[in-house]
């Protein structure tokens, strides 16, 4: 079976000959498989394209994969594949082939074909080889032939070819490939294109912004209209349209795009995540610690931090002359309250945790969502303990990972990572050789015993120390990696952090970095779109909607909606002049999980009439019997 | 009966006495009553001036009073004022009759017997009248030889006086008395110099810096003695030997000295405040939001913030060109949540609650305390209503005040102020005046029904509205002034804020502030120096400690550990090997509220034998019964 890859980036250079046959003045630039299709950056000068123009580059595409084209191949060196391109006035691959020559390409080229999986560059050793890919129609084309053609012709009109079974050059990239053999391998009805973007050439700001054709591509059109239905879901579920409609966080643009505004709502959420979180969390022996956001950059010169976010750190000053920087990170800041105090050898492991918020000046992103905020709260914690203890502390973090996340049913759907070294680099990482190999066998030993079946990932370890990544899928398939157990060696030494061993010599603690939720942001954002807005009722910040059929059942509601607040609920009355339909709906509107409707039958009985929103069921309950009920519900955090 | 602020500032003239006697070369300043005592500031030039030289002054002072000597006045104009303080070479003294003249005293100078009780300079009318005081030895002097003295010779020596009954001039000072008529009016054992501190002419750092002596002064030797004693507690009390000794909160110099780090100890009494605190807010409707510490400027300049704290602003940039400042307040904030949606009559009121940190950029204070910090944590409120709803919405926020301080046992000891305009500059307020009538007469209604018995207190309303400001008193007799409501009826127009009217009408809401606990840090720093850091044990981050008598019982003390961590208590067992006594004064010195001893008896029974720190009884009691009564103690706040 022919690779998706292969397809999607054949379909690329298809769209790419469509949009050519379409606008002869376009210019291509680099036209890459993704994760679930390709695109294609053009420039189109001043020609404007839009999403309207989609269609009748889609339509020209079914009819070059009707046409049977052949891909083929031929190697030149740089100096031919430069005049071939210059030939083309394809300006933007002239400018590639120098980079690829000047090897200066990794940085600074977003993936594409001419990267290999490794990320070398093909066909860069020395003066070439440089492939590329050509269609020609009906029939195989004479490799010799063609070249010869591109040695002597002009490429501007794609003119016939000499030959005798070659009849046209239809189109001509460079590119390392793989293609299918013939248009004819692709399903006309597979591929949908989604939208047009801006995109920076080679991703830099300060470069032309070119036009980018983004599109879905599968084996065939099932799968297509899978995905294309998984998307719509994913629309429905897009955390900024739920978060605008349920009220969860807002935005000014007195305060800045970027930061948002928890509402009740919201905090709702938040604060019992984080009860959860720090509840598991201290079963588990962790203490909660409290640092300012500001610190001097003394602290995170130390920690070496200062450099790794220099580009996004803020800077604080005032008329005062202080010189502040708001913290990027928290870790610097508890290794200080460790060194608060003389520690002995009897009081380790110390645990600590701390759910505060955290700055870093990152380009802007999305505008109205909370995946990329200058502001994020971290629910960051530190074991620093001895090295006889790594062991149990690790096996510890792993418990708290597996409660919180089995609480969310999402355990069930892990894989971990065991992130080793580049063992051909060992030069690369901080701390000794010997340390290393410890660790790195304690960790495996520990998936063993916890049959956790690690997958041992190489380059993948921190560059203190190595870890234990967990990948999860959330409700729309998406993988989640959030939670990590991080040894470091480093960092300790460097803020001199010590205790006295039981001869009393001073010792350097190991230090283990732990990340559970990660970002509040970040994990609410997750969150509401693995729930679609319909939380589970420990996390709902709706739960219970009393609605009284008419006025006259106000009092019995009203003692409903007491009855459920007393124990804890978040339960509101509607006690508004609108009508039953209207309340109904309104709750519904809101996600609210219970909606109680009260009329006579149910004042007579002591009943509530119940509207499951999840499951849209209908019961009728006594009251005493449906508070127990959600009682266990809340307590027991069910989903 | 003499007042004793007259005692208390003819003693300061006393001791200036003395210096002169014992440094014939000092310069006076000023010299007024305090709180507990006096001060005058000196200038002693090259000379060193120390508290080893308290001694001697106060010997001095001690023979002053036993010489009877006489206090008597004179008024002069400024200009007999101004030659009199230049032949005694005064240059400080005749620097304030400049000032007074000239009428700019108020703001520059600190407050001195020289401002009458209205803050009106005395004397300052036109050309004078400018009062002296001066001591004459044994006897009654004639004002009029004297003054024919002063006209005639130089003060350099002190001299004797001409005239039958005055025998030599002792001291003469420029100042509004009053003061006793004779020394022997005063009790000779009801003063004690205390301390030597720096202090800069006129309170201007840029001035010269002069020596002020401090001193407490007392009707008589028993308060004296009980002032002493009270200091002497509330040394033993203060939050920064407690905060260090039972390790609530750190500073690191890496960090900053003015930015405390919570430790796991300190965040314990943290959280359960802020529990605590949004409990009972939840309780009468507030909800929790979360706004972040970022903003653009605009924001401040919009509510006004950004002038009024223009010095103590925090300004923030990064290497992307962003420039926000840290949030001095969160008022504003909040206002921007109320308007992220339409809102209707029928939505109000909104009560909004946030507990986060603040920053300005103070001059530094104290080190190693939480009285100054750059940080401060608010627990902030603000209520969104209607007019019609100010006086429920203002009864709601005094029963949470209520119930709060009652909690801590402070209620009993409360007053009230109802803090509203000066009357005589209603321009210098912002709104209307029929709304201000409305809202002071209000808060005074609201006074008389709740009986809360409100003392008017006219200049102390806030620009934009009257409040109601509480004030209490702590274990040691200090007054604390933190709940406060305030009514607010021009930060909503400002931001523009609405609501529609049941006829569809735009209208401004008004917003109420309230203040319960003020910021953590300093109610912390009051609740340690309050509770001198044995915490009631609902706020106790050690509750319980758990101690065998020997190895062998070490599975029964963690027995009874576990069954008191599993109810949440916030317990540890002492396993190591230092013997009992060792490691009931290790519980000891950290006020540990119950320290559990557990031996051969103790397991046999299932009991535990239990020493209270607080009242340091001792009992035996069933382990179940134990836990029982904490748990009770625990819930029920007791104190």
């Not at 490429?155 to 070659?166: A, P």
């Not at 956001?293 to 450099?307: E, P, Q, R, T, V």
């Not at 967990?470 to 157990?485: C, L, N, S, Y």
Request: hydrophobic residues 35%; aromatic residues 12%; negative net charge.
């Amino acid at each position: 079976m022919i690779p998706l890859s292969t397809k999607r980036h054949s379909l690329a250079h298809i769209m790419a000959q469509a949009v050519k046959q379409n606008f002869p003045d376009a210019k291509i630039a680099t036209g890459p498989d993704t994760e679930d299709g390709f695109y294609y950056d053009f420039d189109f000068w001043d020609t404007e394209f839009s999403d309207k123009d989609l269609k009748i580059i889609e339509k020209t595409m079914k009819k070059i994969i009707s046409q049977n084209q052949d891909f083929k191949t031929f190697e030149v060196n740089f100096d031919e594949a430069r005049d071939i391109l210059a030939q083309m006035d394809e300006e933007f691959k002239c400018e590639l082939v120098d980079k690829i020559e000047s090897g200066d390409m990794k940085n600074t080229l977003p993936p594409t074909p001419l990267l290999t999986k490794e990320g070398e560059m093909s066909g860069a050793n020395g003066g070439g080889p440089i492939s590329f890919y050509f269609n020609v129609a009906k029939g195989k084309s004479n490799n010799e032939d063609v070249q010869n053609f591109l040695a002597q012709k002009s490429f501007e009109t794609f003119e016939e070819l000499d030959g005798d079974q070659v009849k046209t050059l239809k189109f001509i990239d460079m590119c390392t490939g793989p293609h299918v053999e013939n248009t004819r391998e692709l399903d006309a009805n597979s591929f949908k294109l989604a939208r047009v973007a801006g995109a920076y050439w080679l991703g830099d700001a300060d470069n032309k912004q070119l036009t980018r054709i983004y599109a879905y591509a599968f084996h065939n059109k099932e799968e297509l209209d899978a995905h294309l239905k998984m998307l719509e879901e994913a629309k429905k579920r897009d955390h900024r349209v739920l978060g605008k409609k349920l009220d969860l966080f807002c935005f000014s643009d007195y305060v800045w795009p970027g930061l948002p505004l928890f509402t009740p709502a919201g905090v709702v959420i938040r604060d019992e995540l984080q009860n959860h979180i720090e509840g598991v969390c201290r079963k588990y022996g962790f203490e909660k610690v409290c640092t300012p956001h500001l610190s001097k950059i003394d602290l995170f010169k130390c920690s070496g931090h200062a450099y790794k976010f220099s580009d996004e750190l803020f800077h604080v000053g005032s008329g005062h002359g202080h010189e502040f920087v708001l913290k990027p990170v928290q870790c610097p800041h508890h290794t200080q309250i460790y060194a608060s105090n003389p520690r002995s050898y009897r009081d380790l492991p110390f645990r600590y945790m701390e759910s505060e918020k955290q700055y870093r000046a990152e380009q802007s992103g999305e505008v109205g969502g909370l995946s990329r905020v200058y502001a994020i709260t971290v629910e960051d914690g530190h074991v620093f303990c001895r090295v006889d203890q790594i062991k149990d502390e690790i096996i510890n973090l792993i418990h708290i990972i597996r409660e919180f996340y089995t609480a969310l049913g999402m355990w069930d759907k892990v894989w971990v990572s065991l992130s080793v070294r580049d063992y051909s680099n060992l030069d690369n990482y901080i701390g000794e050789e010997s340390d290393w190999n410890v660790a790195e066998n304690m960790l495996a030993e520990i998936s063993d015993e916890l049959w956790l079946d690690a997958k041992r990932c190489e380059w993948e370890a921190a560059l203190y120390g190595p870890k234990l990544d967990f990948m999860f899928k959330d409700a729309t398939g998406r993988e989640i990696q959030i939670p990590t157990v991080q040894l470091d060696f480093a960092t300790p030494q460097r803020f001199e952090l010590s205790y006295k061993d039981s001869n009393g010599e001073d010792v350097t603690p190991v230090m283990i970095h732990r990340a559970i939720l990660g970002s509040y942001e970040r994990f609410m954002m997750l969150l509401i779109e693995h729930f679609a807005g319909t939380f589970p009722l420990w996390l709902a910040p709706r739960q219970v909607r009393v609605i009284p059929v008419a006025e006259k059942f106000d009092d019995y509601a009203k003692k409903v909606e007491q009855e459920l607040k007393a124990e804890g609920f978040r339960v509101a009355g509607d006690y508004s002049n609108d009508g039953l339909n209207k309340k109904v709906r309104n709750a519904e509107k809101m996600h609210v999980n219970y909606i109680l409707v009260v009329g006579e039958e149910e004042q007579n009985t002591s009943t509530v009439s119940v509207r499951d929103y999840k499951t849209k069921e209908q019961t009728s309950e006594n009251l005493q019997d449906f508070k127990q009920r959600i009682l266990e519900e809340y307590r027991e955090k069910r989903l």
